[in-house]
T-cell receptor, first 114, second 117 residues
Framework: DTEVTQTPKHLVMGMTNKKSLKCEQH?????MYWYKQKAKKPPELMFV???????INESVPSRFSPECPNSSLLNLHLHALQPEDSALYLC?????????????FGPGTRLTVT | AQKVTQAQTEISVVEKEDVTLDCVYE???????LFWYKQPPSGELVFLIR??????QNEISGRYSWNFQKSTSSFNFTITASQVVDSAVYFC??????????????FGQGTRLTINP
């Protein structure tokens, strides 16, 4: 099973709201990723967790706060977002040993900030 | 610096035609990995293939084939007898050397492929 699930599929939030995006995988992968994708652009890496520890933060504003409660779950907490943060947010996971492995992506959450 | 170039922004062909998507990459690493992903309108990126820098064998999977040439730093993707369901955005990607135990992907800008019935 190569499935990564994400909830919700769509989210509309105001600039003062607090919301969270959730991602789950059951492939035993130990690396998990958050990407942001604007229309007609490639995905942009935001965060990488390796063995439940944050290993890469691509200088993402603090209004985005990632969390990895366990090896299967990845959250992205959102607070005080701006309209330009509206995008498709993709979660991905990959194996974490030896040869570099492919990343498996979830279906994404389409976020609209009003 | 690592870079992936997909010069074809959009391609439109009629069903059953063959189509090749170009990918050119730049890297100073001797060990690297190349990938192709498909992104249909639904939004999910679907993994298609991974190739490491030491394996220059071409690969065929059904109607899909990939041509990896280190001499020209290219990793092209061909769809034979295209079908409407092949319509999607296709991304070529390069993985950097492992950073802090995790992999970073460098994506090309993508090629939007439209297959017309």
């Amino acid at each position: 099973d190569t499935e990564v699930t994400q909830t919700p599929k769509h989210l509309v939030m105001g600039m003062t709201n607090k919301k969270s995006l959730k991602c789950e995988q059951h492939m035993g992968h130990r690396a998990m990723y958050w990407y942001k994708q604007k229309a007609k652009k490639p995905p942009e890496l935001m965060f990488v967790y390796s063995y439940e520890k944050l290993s890469i933060n691509e200088s993402v504003p603090s209004r985005f706060s990632p969390e990895c409660p366990n090896s299967s779950l990845l959250n992205l907490h959102l607070h005080a977002l701006q309209p330009e943060d509206s995008a498709l947010y993709l979660c991905a996971s990959s194996q974490q040993s030896g040869t570099t492995y492919e990343q498996y992506f979830g279906p994404g959450t389409r976020l609209t900030v009003t | 610096a690592q870079k992936v170039t997909q010069a074809q922004t959009e391609i439109s062909v009629v069903e059953k035609e063959d189509v090749t998507l170009d990918c050119v990459y730049e890297t100073r690493d001797t060990t690297y990995y190349l990938f192709w992903y498909k992104q249909p309108p639904s939004g999910e990126l679907v993994f298609l293939i991974r190739r490491n820098s030491f394996d220059e064998q071409n690969e065929i999977s059904g109607r899909y084939s990939w041509n990896f040439q280190k001499s020209t730093s290219s990793f092209n993707f061909t769809i034979t007898a295209s079908q409407v369901v092949d319509s999607a955005v296709y991304f070529c990607a390069l993985s950097e050397a492992r950073v802090q135990g995790a992999q970073k992907l460098v994506f090309g800008q993508g090629t939007r492929l439209t297959i017309n019935p």
